[in-house]
């Protein structure tokens, strides 16, 4: 039984979560309690949606990530043993990257979306949530979903990294604003020093 949060679940089937927090409210789909939190169970989600158990082979796809370029191997081969290990279907692909979970255009991930959208895989497996992204987990998990693909996460509470990749990614996130905001500054600069060389007669 692997159990989700309730925005992914909602993605995975198509709704808002306000809807399926309804619909199990109604009785119409099954529902978990893990403390006051609700929990889907993807199985209950597939029968709600008639997928048919078995309807068709199990093709995993591993997602492992790191933040750091070096330094970290042990880490990327640890997250993928243990998926391995845990893996109920065949594991068809792994996809890694090496680099903060803010960042956007991550060659693996940008593999992996392209493999679901093509059909070569049926499940996403992950060991942590923040693998797979810091933020915007929701809305890639409902990507995915309309692809036919479904986001397993191997331990649903806590974070796989530590305070020091945290404080890497709060540093990445600020480097960037911080770039972009120099960057505008500095245009702003250039455009009041050729105005001032060149005024308007």
């Given at each position: 039984m692997v159990l989700v949060r309730l925005a992914p679940a909602a993605g995975y089937v198509g709704v808002h979560p306000v809807t399926l927090r309804r619909w199990a409210d109604d009785g119409?789909?099954?529902?978990?309690?893990?403390?006051?939190?609700?929990?889907?169970?993807?199985?209950?989600?597939?029968?709600?949606?008639?997928?048919?158990?078995?309807?068709?082979?199990?093709?995993?796809?591993?997602?492992?990530?790191?933040?750091?370029?070096?330094?970290?191997?042990?880490?990327?081969?640890?997250?993928?043993?243990?998926?391995?290990?845990?893996?109920?279907?065949?594991v068809v692909a792994v996809f890694q990257d090496k680099a903060s979970g803010l960042r956007e255009n991550r060659p693996g991930l940008t593999r992996l979306l392209a493999a679901a959208a093509a059909g070569e895989v049926t499940v996403v497996r992950v060991t942590h949530e923040d693998r797979l992204a810091r933020f915007g987990v929701v809305w890639l998990t409902a990507l995915l979903a309309r692809s036919g693909v479904?986001?397993?996460?191997?331990?649903?509470?806590?974070?796989?990294?530590?305070?020091?990749?945290?404080?890497?990614?709060?540093?990445?996130?600020?480097?960037?604003?911080?770039?972009?905001?120099?960057?505008?500054?500095?245009?702003?600069?250039?455009?009041?020093?050729?105005?001032?060389?060149?005024?308007?007669?």
């Open positions: 119409r789909v099954d529902v978990v309690w893990v403390g006051r939190e609700r929990r889907f169970d993807t199985k209950a989600l597939d029968a709600f949606l008639g997928v048919r158990p078995g309807s068709g082979p199990r093709r995993e796809a591993l997602y492992v990530r790191v933040s750091g370029r070096t330094g970290q191997e042990t880490s990327l081969t640890a997250q993928e043993t243990e998926l391995r290990a845990t893996a109920s279907g065949e479904t986001v397993e996460v191997l331990h649903p509470k806590g974070s796989a990294g530590g305070m020091d990749e945290l404080l890497a990614d709060f540093t990445s996130l600020v480097s960037t604003f911080a770039g972009r905001i120099y960057g505008i500054r500095s245009r702003e600069a250039r455009r009041r020093l050729l105005t001032a060389a060149d005024p308007p007669s």
